[in-house]
């Protein structure tokens, strides 16, 4: 499977700060490149791409030094930005993620993906759940209530690519986590600031689950223990 690293937005809720987001360093190393180090170890995953735009040159300069593989679109809104990215992609499925996600594992991606059932499913977002959220200290800016509980959407999703470009309506599962390296969006400085604290710590993660289910319906279609009882990986740990 393809993934889709989102870094052309103008980060505009991070506020003037002199260092575009993607750009920004938790752990000694900027989120974007966090995000793609994750990928690029995942099992599932054959190719990253990383978008970026007028709003991200410092980034675009920074990734192509590194030799991660980028495409530049117009910036202006996720869906252009989206659009441009999938015509030059060429798998059925895309995994799209965005680059604000400095707590981001291998693990947790590969969890994501043998839970994505091609074929199957035609699209899957990974949602966590809101208390976990908050306990870290973060307020969610949206909520999306399902069975009684209410989640947070953690920007990672599976998508079909051409179903997309089509502009088809595409039925969506929900993966239903309490992962904390799911957890944080870095959009604004309190929650940079989070990052760097969290990421050299040892955070053990809550027992859970991860269920699936279709669209609004309600149906459960699949539930087990996904949770891994090994200390979060800080820094200089797995896989970075």
């Not at 307020?139 to 502009?167: A, F, H, K, Q």
């Not at 689950?209 to 539930?223: P, Y």
Request: with cysteine; glycine share 10%; proline share 5%.
């Amino acid at each position: 499977m393809e993934a889709l690293v989102n870094a052309g937005g103008k980060g505009s809720r991070m506020g003037a700060c002199g260092i575009e987001k993607p750009m920004q360093p938790v752990g000694g190393i900027p989120t974007v490149m966090r995000v793609v180090k994750a990928l690029e170890a995942s099992r599932h995953i054959s190719r990253v791409l990383v978008s970026v735009s007028d709003n991200t040159l410092t980034t675009e300069d920074y990734l192509g030094s590194m030799g991660v593989e980028t495409i530049r679109t117009s910036g202006e809104s996720f869906m252009d930005d989206l659009h441009t990215a999938f015509e030059a992609m060429s798998g059925e499925y895309v995994l799209t993620c965005p680059s604000d996600l400095p707590l981001l594992t291998t693990d947790v991606i590969d969890l994501f993906a043998e839970f994505f059932v091609p074929g199957e499913m035609e699209s899957a977002i990974a949602v966590v759940d809101e208390e976990t959220v908050r306990k870290i200290g973060i307020t969610p800016s949206y909520t999306r209530e399902d069975e009684g509980r209410n989640w947070v959407l953690s920007g990672i999703c599976i998508m079909n690519r051409e179903g997309t470009l089509r502009g088809d309506y595409l039925e969506e599962r929900l993966f239903k986590t309490d992962r904390i390296d799911l957890s944080v969006n870095v959009n604004t400085q309190e929650e940079l600031r989070l990052a760097r604290g969290l990421i050299g710590s040892p955070i053990k993660r809550r027992p859970g689950k991860w269920c699936c289910h279709r669209g609004t319906l309600g149906i459960v279609l699949a539930s087990a223990n996904c949770l891994d009882p090994r200390p979060y990986p800080n820094a200089a740990g797995n896989p970075f």
